[in-house]
């Protein structure tokens, strides 16, 4: 089995900086890719931001220029750094984890519990 563990979601004021982290352990033998969604209250779960194993980004035109992804392959672990944060930036963020191939040869998708993120204007 795969769990996501995340941390660093918090309240800050708009143009304000929070760093969140999601670190993914268990029997994996590789992972795809790595990301960030967001669901914030009365809408759907959308793309932040993801990361392949080789380092090919992905983002939000919402995010562009103000949040970077990073992943520590040797770690299975993906940060997301967010600046300039607006108000719209509120939501819960979700780590995921995508084709994760264990040492049983299968592959899945596994997502972490969620993390408040709060802005304030």
């Known amino acids: 089995q795969v769990q996501l563990v995340e941390s660093g979601g918090g309240s800050v004021q708009a143009g304000g900086s929070l760093r969140l982290s999601c670190a993914a352990s268990?029997?994996?033998?590789?992972?795809?890719?790595m990301g960030w969604y967001r669901q914030a209250p009365g809408n759907q779960r959308e793309l932040v931001a993801t990361i392949t194993s080789s380092g090919s980004t992905n983002y939000a035109d919402s995010v562009k220029g103000r949040f970077a992804i990073s992943r520590d392959n040797t770690k299975n672990t993906v940060y997301l750094q967010m600046n300039s944060l607006k108000p719209e930036d509120t939501a819960v963020y979700y780590c995921a984890a995508l084709r994760v191939y264990t040492y049983r040869g299968s592959f899945n998708d596994y997502w972490g519990q969620g993390t408040q993120v709060t802005v304030s204007s």
């Open positions: 268990g029997s994996i033998f590789s992972i795809n890719a």
